[in-house]
């Protein structure tokens, strides 16, 4: 058994098999983790870029620590300090790199669509989408996925609300994607500016505007982040009305009367898309999503290099 | 198809094995039994159980172990994980590794490094069900074993849990 895919560009194209695969291979990495020594010798013989265009914190971190777990050889790019500013194109940076004999590519990009464009012009090296403009973030998806079954056991049947900047979120169309795929309900809830004009009848999800009813709903409510960095144009009033009408604080989850498990990918606006008592609360996954990426990220990268021979 | 152990053989060849390792470490406090997933399981199942049953301690200490991500064979071939349940420690303990045919040796070679992982153990003695004497690849005999056997590389000796034998076809 292994993927239909070469490459993990995003869920979108991702049959319901491959996600099952990646998630299984995940819960095996997990225990790996909790291990004395927690390395395996796997992708000894590949060599891993990863390509960051855009800021990162977790995202870099994780893959690099799942890279290195699996005894990978690992080169970090920034854009900021590399020839880039020099007026090098993608396409020519990648072609550098991989020429001093690179097996993957894991990358972010502001531009949507960018890992696409390189998956075309390289067709025989694994690229690992890390999140590319509004469009997907498909690691992100996968762990998610994964938290919430390992707490609720399936996700077949759940109900997952998705809160916030919809609009700008990666995070949420990925999670879309996937969430509906494997037989869960989504929820969209956030400021009508915020939320796409057709996300309800493209994507098959429900849209709530009112927070309070939409958390009664759910199981679980994934709270995206307020991408500031995304809006040029005034979206809302401000912050603290923001946090109003969509904050998720300790009030209004104590007037609905079922614990739902809270979700964040990071990084939090405190005091804007949640309260910090919220976010440190026992309902709370957030570290356990960080501490699952890792092993998330290790499945995705073993079962894309084993491709590697096979092709040539 | 040839059948190399009935039943009623592998029944006997199981509980003997148990006895052999019994007789080899009375004192199982420090012994940890490792079964190599997937195809040693239900072997190591096996000798669990009756040495919990002829033993007078309590039940011994014992973990799955899945090899996978140590294969040599791994760019060849991706295989997909099964679970390790190995949570305890196995420094300076005597590890019992079981699996159930030895041919190449090259699981055993994965094994034993997966193991290193776990800690540094006192002894690690290999216990097979069926010892395939040619076709070795690397320099690894058991220590305890139920059959050994000759055969070519063309033939194949399985372990038909389902019917409780051992066949070579």
């Not at chain 1, 067709?123 to 403009?133: H, R, S």
């Amino acid at each position: 058994m292994q993927l239909s895919t070469k490459h993990l560009l995003g869920i979108k194209d991702l049959p319901p098999s491959d996600i099952s695969l990646i998630l299984s291979t995940a819960q095996q990495f997990k225990e790996v983790l909790q291990r004395p020594i927690k390395k395996v010798p796997s992708l000894r013989d590949v060599t891993i870029v990863n390509l960051f265009y855009e800021n990162s914190t977790r995202t870099r971190i994780s893959f690099e620590l799942a890279e290195k777990r699996l005894s990978a050889d690992t080169i970090n790019f920034a854009a900021s300090g590399s020839s880039v500013s020099k007026g090098e194109t993608l396409l020519d940076t990648v072609n550098n790199i991989l020429s001093m004999k690179v097996d993957m590519v894991v990358m972010r990009h502001s531009a949507s669509g960018a890992p696409h464009f390189l998956s075309k012009h390289l067709p025989d090296t694994a690229i690992v989408n890390a999140g590319d403009g509004i469009n997907e973030h498909p690691t992100q998806a996968l762990l998610d996925a994964f938290s919430i079954t390992e707490k609720l056991g399936t996700l077949e049947g759940k109900k997952i609300l998705l809160i916030g900047d919809i609009m700008h979120s990666r995070v949420a169309l990925s999670n879309i994607y996937l969430l509906s795929k494997m037989g869960a309900e989504v929820m969209l809830s956030g400021p009508p500016t915020l939320m796409p004009k057709y996300m309800e009848a493209a994507l098959g999800v429900k849209i709530e505007y009112n927070l309070k009813k939409a958390l009664a709903w759910c199981d679980v409510a994934n709270v995206l982040r307020i991408q500031l960095e995304r809006q040029n144009q005034v979206l809302f009033s401000s912050l603290r009305e923001y946090n109003r009408a969509y904050g998720v604080t300790s009030k209004l989850l104590n007037e609905i009367d079922k614990e739902i498990m809270i979700m964040h990918p990071g990084p939090i606006n405190r005091g804007v898309e949640i309260d910090s008592d919220v976010a440190d609360s026992s309902q709370s996954v957030i570290l356990k999503q960080v501490e699952n990426g890792v092993a998330v990220r290790m499945a995705v990268l073993y079962l894309l290099s084993g491709k590697k021979e096979l092709n040539s | 198809m040839q059948v190399l152990l009935s039943p009623q053989q592998l029944d006997l060849t199981i509980k003997r094995l148990c006895y052999q390792l019994l007789e080899n470490d009375d004192n199982l406090s420090d012994v940890v039994f490792v079964g190599i997933q997937p195809r040693g399981v239900q072997f190591s199942n096996r000798i669990i159980d009756f040495i919990s049953e002829i033993s007078n301690s309590e039940k011994p200490s014992y973990g799955l172990l899945d090899i996978t991500f140590y294969r040599d064979d791994i760019r060849e071939e991706l295989h997909i994980p099964k679970e390790t349940t190995l949570t305890q420690s196995i420094e300076g303990k005597k590890v019992v590794l079981i699996d159930d045919v030895l041919y190449t040796g090259r699981t055993i070679r994965a094994a034993l490094d997966a193991l290193q992982d776990f800690g540094r153990p006192q002894k690690v003695m290999l216990c097979v069900l069926v010892n395939r004497r040619f076709n070795r690849e690397l320099p690894i005999q058991p220590d305890f074993y139920g059959i050994a056997i000759d055969t070519t590389a063309s033939q194949k000796v399985k372990v038909d849990n389902e019917n409780n034998r051992v066949i070579l076809y």
